[in-house]
């Protein structure tokens, strides 16, 4: 009994050793500073999950609504929608096309287009549509940036981690530095160019769906109640989506700098 108690002691003496030679040992104690700086990211991540009020069941199920579904059938097809949404907001230039094969809808900058993913079934079209047309009024030098900058930052990720693991990088946290800096920048056009164009789209979706109504007076299929409906669920997707796209942004960022500071603590 004493003999195993004393076996224990030495065991977790040992492993309690081993943690501190691997914290500390090597960079003259850099490791340690950098588990203290991962710490505060993940410390970070929960507190902002918490305060962002992100509910992950709510958010898988805030689209689905098959009773709105088959009432937003009673519209015209997504291109159409597309092309009168553009024309009211003075913007017809811009190329539309449909890609069925894709699930998320998507402007594309450089070419000015926009790709209507496959959202026929889904109520949340117009809405997803609105998105899209207001994100091709944005500032152009801003999503041209956005654009760019997006790339060279995924890019930077890879080969920053790539040459601390092989060694090329000796002042990481120079590059730690650095990185956290970018992550800043992207994070802040992504989430004002996000935040902007989910903010209008609720408004914008509503505004089409009234003047659709009151143009196709004889047609009684829709009812304005029927619009209060759709409008009030692209709101609640709205107060759920808006938090939830910003935490995910934040995590997104957040995540590749912690996986950065692993790899550098590993050095
Ligand atoms: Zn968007």
């Known amino acids: 009994m004493i003999q195993s ?19 500390l040992e090597k960079n003259g104690g ?53 092309q009168t949404i553009l024309k009211k907001l003075n913007n017809e230039k811009v190329k539309v096309q449909e890609n069925e094969d894709k699930q998320a809808s998507l402007y594309i900058a450089m070419t000015d287009t926009i790709l209507i993913a496959n959202i026929k079934n889904s109520y949340t079209r117009i809405q997803t549509i609105a998105h899209e047309c207001l994100h091709s009024i944005q500032n152009r ?12 930052y995924m890019l930077s990720f890879i080969i920053i981690s790539v040459l601390t693991l092989s060694g090329v990088i000796k002042d990481r946290w120079l590059f730690a530095g650095i990185f956290i800096i970018m992550s800043f920048i992207y994070y802040i056009v992504r989430s004002f160019l996000e935040t902007d164009a989910m903010t209008k789209a609720e408004f914008l979706a509503k505004e089409y769906m009234e003047d659709y109504i009151e143009t196709k007076k004889e047609n009684r299929e829709i009812t304005r109640e029927d619009v209060e409906k759709i ?23 957040s995540i590749k700098i912690i996986i950065y500071l692993i790899i550098a603590s590993l050095k």
């Open 30 to 82: 850099k490791r340690m500073e950098f588990i203290i700086l991962i710490s505060i990211m993940v410390v970070f991540i929960i507190v902002m999950f918490i305060v962002f009020n992100v509910n992950i069941r709510e958010m898988r199920k805030a689209g689905e609504n098959p009773e709105l579904d088959k009432l937003s059938q009673k519209f015209p097809e997504n291109k159409e929608i597309c």
């Open 141 to 152: 030098k801003m999503l041209i940036f956005n654009f760019i900058y997006s790339n060279i």
């Open 5 to 23: 108690k004393k076996n224990l002691s030495f065991c977790i003496l040992q492993k309690i050793n081993y943690l501190q030679k691997f914290v």
């Open 231 to 253: 409008a009030n669920e692209y709101k609640r997707i709205n107060v759920i989506g808006i938090p939830a796209t910003q935490f995910i942004l934040f995590f997104n960022c």
